[in-house]
T-cell receptor
Framework: ETGVTQTPRHLVMGMTNKKSLKCEQH?????MYWYKQSAKKPLELMFV???????ENNSVPSRFSPECPNSSHLFLHLHTLQPEDSALYLC?????????????FGPGTRLTVT | AQTVTQSQPEMSVQEAETVTLSCTYD???????LFWYKQPPSRQMILVIR??????QNATENRFSVNFQKAAKSFSLKISDSQLGDAAMYFC?????????FGAGTRLTVKP
């Protein structure tokens, strides 16, 4: 148990749907991350939040909209997705966002866009 | 942008034997950290080992050790006395104050 939970674990949605992914960390960390993991490709960092403020947005399409209402919760709102957005979405947290700090990952949400 | 390359998509090792996973990276920065993460079939990724670039001594964690060659920009992971539970995807990662990159991963199979 790493202390980072994600719901749902599996999600199938149509291209016109709106859905949200949820991440919760129980570790008292100040930084949270969203990653996209596609088969046979490097993990892609999408967003970084530090103390509830978005500090990085790595050229992610606007159909992905993150939200961090407090230091324990992170959401990824999805709308008008494309089939190529199908992937495993991982959430992670760390004590702080500096490179020294270990990231703790959640189990991921397997997203399929039909 | 920094790149991280894992040239071995798949590797296999006999139980109790030793295996080395390769990783190279490209950077112009002098201050950074390197990591190996393990992702078992259950998908929760965990940290295996970490190396600070300013340290010359190679990091070791029980059966896991690294061979860090800073000039060559190489960061390989050695797993000794391999166990069935070591079967997983292994990701090499680079982190600095300005960037964070992962390799594409190496799938390790452990044969009984």
């Amino acid at each position: 148990e790493t202390g980072v939970t994600q719901t749902p674990r599996h999600l199938v949605m149509g291209m016109t749907n709106k859905k949200s992914l949820k991440c919760e960390q129980h570790l008292g960390h100040n930084a949270m991350y969203w990653y996209k993991q596609s088969a046979k490709k490097p993990l892609e960092l999408m967003f970084v939040y530090s103390l509830e403020e978005r500090v990085e947005n790595n050229s992610v399409p606007s159909r992905f909209s993150p939200e961090c209402p407090n230091s324990s919760h992170l959401f990824l709102h999805l709308h008008t997705l494309q089939p190529e957005d199908s992937a495993l979405y991982l959430c992670a947290s760390s004590q702080d966002r500096g490179p020294l700090y270990e990231q703790y990952f959640g189990p991921g949400t397997r997203l399929t866009v039909t | 942008a920094q790149t991280v390359t894992q040239s071995q998509p798949e590797m296999s090792v006999q139980e109790a034997e030793t295996v080395t996973l390769s990783c190279t990276y490209d950077t112009s920065e002098s201050d950074y950290y390197l990591f190996w993460y393990k992702q078992p079939p259950s998908r929760q990724m965990i940290l295996v080992i970490r190396q600070e670039a300013y340290k010359q001594q190679n990091a070791t964690e029980n059966r896991f050790s690294v061979n860090f060659q800073k000039a060559a920009k190489s960061f390989s992971l050695k797993i000794s006395d391999s166990q069935l539970g070591d079967a997983a995807m292994y990701f090499c990662a680079y982190r600095s104050a300005n960037d964070m990159r992962f390799g594409a991963g190496t799938r390790l199979t452990v044969k009984p």
